[in-house]
Nanobody, 124 residues
Framework: QVQLVESGGGLVQAGGSLRLSCAAS????????MVWFRQAPGKEREFVAA????????IYVDSVKGRFTISRDNAKNMVYLQMNSLKPEDTAKYYC?????????????????WGKGTLVTVSS
């Protein structure tokens, strides 16, 4: 049974930092691209960042470029999202997802597995 479990969310002031973690089990982690999405209240789930199975390629939505960094540790079956210079508009529930395609995907419909999310709240 595949499980993706996010952690690290919380309440932070604007300008602060958080590091999200996602622990994966039940799959061959090194064969999956890993993706972070987020969903703000009343909005659709949106792509945030992705990292290729090898770790050799990363993709970010424009709104987080230069502020967020995605990384992975295949030996520990972990993926991380370091979030710096947080803004109130980053407030959302953040989800970890696994994608088995050869090329990195950014669409929610292309993900194979999902975590249940971790809430990030950025106060102004």
């Amino acid at each position: 049974q595949v499980q993706l479990v996010e952690s690290g969310g919380g309440l932070v002031q604007a300008g602060g930092s958080l590091r999200l973690s996602c622990a994966a089990s039940g799959l061959i982690f090194s064969e999956y691209n890993m993706v972070w999405f987020r969903q703000a209240p009343g909005k659709e789930r949106e792509f945030v960042a992705a990292i290729r199975w090898s770790g050799g390629r990363t993709i970010y939505v424009d709104s987080v470029k230069g502020r967020f960094t995605i990384s992975r540790d295949n030996a520990k079956n972990m993926v991380y999202l370091q979030m710096n210079s947080l803004k109130p508009e980053d407030t959302a529930k953040y989800y970890c997802a696994a994608d088995s395609h050869f090329a990195v995907q950014t669409d929610t419909d292309d993900m194979d597995y999902w975590g249940k999310g971790t809430l990030v709240t950025v106060s102004s």
